[in-house]
């Protein structure tokens, strides 16, 4: 496999956002392909597009970036997991967690939840995903079932984001709290920045594109809770 120039890599950095910014995903994904072929799955998700997408991150942050080309982002990312499944390769999927996400009970507002599901896979995060309309006593099971340390709750409504309470009541309730650590997100959160803590959260993230961070961290939370 030949090594890529730093300046080669940065050029690729720079025409796959400009590709993901016009929404062009076909050459983008071809392009991403191509980088895949010479120097491995790896180094297209790590090199390339890990960086275009922590920069996407921090223009959504900025409001630089509108949802649409944040969903684009998502699918590109989605369309090199899909491609690297097909093709087999060097990709190194499902190395961390497992962790378990889904949409709370009463909440069918999945489109949010997905795009997390897809960044955290990109992330080399296994993730299960329970889908919409979870009980809190389903994501715990999930959780013991897979040994999960982060359960991601995602809801888009005021009145579902008080669902994340009963949810936070499961976990204490089995003796949990600690290891097991509560990502919650989706619009309301980002309009009332106090919910969280409200109802319970350890974590939130503002978009898909910062989920993988913070899945990290409580990882790590979750870690030192145990080993204290
Ligand atoms: C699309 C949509 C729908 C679709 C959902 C389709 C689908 N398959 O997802 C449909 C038509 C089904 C729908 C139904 C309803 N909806 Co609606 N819907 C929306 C809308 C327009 C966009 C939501 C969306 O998909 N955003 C795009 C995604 C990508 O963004 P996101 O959800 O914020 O997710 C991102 C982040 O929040 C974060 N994130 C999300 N989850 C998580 C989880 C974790 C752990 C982390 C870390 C991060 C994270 O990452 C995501 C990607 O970056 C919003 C308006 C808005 N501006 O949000 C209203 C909105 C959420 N809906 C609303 C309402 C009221 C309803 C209904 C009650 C309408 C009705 N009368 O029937 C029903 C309720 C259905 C239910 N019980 O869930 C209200 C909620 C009001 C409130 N604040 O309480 C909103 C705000 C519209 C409004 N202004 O009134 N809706």
Redesign the pocket.
Known sequence: MTEETPMGLEANREALYALMLEAEREKALAMLLDHARRHGFQSAVSEVLEPVLERAGEA?LRENLS?AQ??VA?KIAEDLLVAAAEIGGDLKLDVKGPVV?G?VE???????????AV?LRAAGWKVIDLG??VAPSQFVDAAVEHGARVI??????????ENVRHLRTEIDARGMGGRVQL?????????RPDLMQEVGGD?????????PE??ERLWAQSLEAEGA
């Open positions: 959504w949802l944040g969903y998502g996400i949409n009463d909440d069918y507002h999945s489109l949010g939840r997905k795009m997390v960044f919409n309309d991601g709750a995602s809801a888009m409504m005021l009145t579902t984001a990502a919650v997100g989706g619009a309301v959160f980002k309009l974590g939130t993230a503002s978009s898909a594109i910062q989920a913070l899945f």
